[in-house]
């Protein structure tokens, strides 16, 4: 494929913006621009087409531009819905009441623009809540760009240094200017290992614990049997507040988020990705009590959450509509979502049988990834112990060059949508055929 215009495109934009993009996590090899997308399909700069199992991310659970939260956007913009910043909407409080009545864990809930803001709150909220400082989170966990969550997430073997037997990862930031004092309330772990978070419950006052419930910023990492029911005991057991970072897992999995199937009840919960469809919204919910230190009466005990665009109609039209689709048709979303994954995962796996490839496919759903190595990871070091990530990568371009747009970095997820076809499937396993007679 060519892509001369794309290439002009960020030579352009390069003049005036650091890296030619306003996200530097799109800054990737190869430099491609993309200009319209269309249900399970995207079109660059230069007219070529693809097949988008990236998807922006994973917000697309219904594909690009679903002709139904189009109307509903447009529909809002005609009648005149429009960010005042005094009072409340019908339209935010719309929302919130889909989000409760979706998800059994949120009494209440509070919208933000993206997922990023929702994990900030949610570590005011639990230190207001518990008077404490210390966080744990996640080794291979992303949630969010702020400072005490912007660390260990694709971290090198050789930055982590050899398993400690507490348990405990070495906290390797993910940007420069971050305070040299994070480091010290804020304790990494291993994902799968219940030992290691309660020793640093022990060992630490910790206000929360802040996990996303399958790590898909590294694939499909999956909790063990009984790993995230161990967390909520232990939590309990402590008094540490159990937050599950759903931005990426939530309403792609299942109505009420992955903690609905894992039967797994939070302290609070942070949404985003397909809450809108690719809108730009985000939410934070969960038990009365802490929620509502966001309005307490007592001035030295509230939690500030402030932000001129927080619950702005266009987004919020978007939610409304994605929530009431996927409410009403959620008997046939998540089958038809489940199914497409399985079709896409037994293809995936005969290919690199017949292949002789030392491959694993993991799935949860609509979510999907391919690692180059035995058996599933358990966690990030035993990933990337094992993977091999130079073949991955190699994979992944050479799926693009076919017309099959997979995010050119190792271990991120593909995701399906429902506007994605069996013939889709069928299509990008032919595609991936000939990359494996290729040789990659």
Not at 237 to 264: C, I, N, P, W
Not at 317 to 330: C, G, S
Not at 408 to 418: A, D, V
Request: contains cysteine.
């Amino acid at each position: 494929m060519e892509h001369a215009q794309s290439g002009a495109l960020f030579a352009r934009n390069r003049r005036l913006i650091p890296g030619g993009v306003v996200s530097l996590n799109r800054l990737v090899d190869p430099e491609i621009a993309f200009v319209r997308g269309r249900g399970a399909r995207v079109w660059d700069a230069d007219g070529n087409e693809y097949l988008d199992y990236h998807a922006g991310f994973a917000p697309y659970v219904l594909g690009h531009n679903h002709p139904e939260v189009q109307e509903a956007v447009i529909r809002s913009i005609e009648e005149g819905w429009t960010l005042m910043g005094s009072g409340t909407t019908p339209w935010e409080g719309r929302a919130a009441e889909l989000l409760c009545e979706s998800v059994p864990s949120l009494d209440r809930v509070q919208l933000t623009t993206t997922g990023s803001e929702a994990t900030y709150h949610a570590l005011r909220l639990s230190r207001a809540y518990t008077g404490r400082d210390h966080i744990v989170v996640m080794q291979g966990g992303y949630n969010g760009w702020h400072d005490e969550v912007a660390c260990n997430v694709m971290t090198p073997l050789e930055k982590l240094g050899p398993a400690s037997k507490g348990g405990e990862n070495p906290f390797v930031p993910l940007s420069a200017g971050m305070p040299s004092d994070v480091a010290a309330r804020v304790h990494v772990v291993e994902f799968n290992d219940p030992e290691a978070v309660e020793r640093c419950f022990r060992k630490y006052e910790v206000a929360c614990l802040v996990a996303e419930p399958i790590l898909q910023n590294i694939g499909v990492v999956k909790p063990r049997a009984g790993y995230l029911e161990w967390l909520r005991d232990l939590c309990d057991r402590h008094g540490v507040v159990l937050v599950l970072d759903e931005v990426k897992t939530g309403f792609r999995h299942a109505l009420g988020g992955y903690q609905s199937l894992a039967g797994v009840r939070p302290d609070l919960s942070t949404f985003g990705k397909a809450i809108a469809n690719g809108y730009p919204l985000g939410a934070i919910g969960g038990k009365a009590e802490i929620m509502d230190l966001f309005n307490h009466p007592e001035p030295g005990r509230r939690v500030l959450i402030a932000g001129t665009f927080n619950g702005h109609p266009t987004p919020v039209a978007a939610a409304i509509a994605t929530m009431e689709i996927l409410k009403r048709d959620r008997d046939i979303v998540y089958p038809q979502l489940e199914a497409l994954g399985a079709r896409m995962q037994q293809g995936l796996e005969s290919l690199f049988d017949r292949h002789g490839v030392t491959a694993t496919v993991v799935r949860q759903g609509s979510a999907f990834c391919v690692y180059f190595m035995d058996h599933a990871p358990r966690n990030w070091r035993d990933l990337a112990s094992n993977h091999d990530m130079a073949r991955d990568l190699r994979y992944r371009k050479a799926l693009i060059a076919r017309g099959v747009y997979h995010f050119p970095l190792p271990t991120k997820q593909g995701s399906l949508s429902t506007a994605h076809t069996e013939a889709d499937v069928d299509a990008t396993l032919d595609a991936t055929e000939a990359v494996l007679l290729d040789g990659i």
